[in-house]
C-alpha cells in the first residue's frame, strides 16, 4: 500500500491509460513477427532511429500520453454512439 500511496496520479493515470490501451489491443494479437513484411519494417525503423532525430524522455511520454488520451477519447466517443 506505501508504494501505491506514493505513485503521483499523473503516473498513476498514466499506467491505467497503458494498461487499457494493451486490452485494447487484442485485435493485433495474430500479427506475424516473423513474417518478412514486419521485418523489413522493424529494420527499416532501426535504420530510421540510427540517422532520425532523437527525442528526449519527456518528448516521447508526451507524445504516448497524448496518443492514449486521443484514444481512449475516441473509445469513449464511440461507446456513447
Excluded at 22 to 42: M, N, R, W
Excluded at 53 to 76: H, Q, T, Y
Amino acid at each position: 500500500m506505501q508504494l501505491v500511496n506514493e505513485v503521483s496520479d499523473d503516473r498513476l493515470h498514466d499506467l491505467l491509460l497503458t494498461i487499457r490501451a494493451f486490452a485494447e489491443q487484442e485485435a493485433y494479437a495474430g500479427v506475424d513477427t516473423h513474417s518478412p513484411e514486419f521485418l523489413e519494417k522493424l529494420n527499416e525503423s532501426l535504420r530510421s532511429a540510427e540517422t532520425g532525430p532523437l527525442f528526449s524522455n519527456e518528448e516521447v511520454f508526451n507524445e504516448i500520453r497524448r496518443g492514449l488520451r486521443d484514444k481512449m477519447e475516441s473509445a469513449r466517443k464511440e461507446r456513447l454512439h
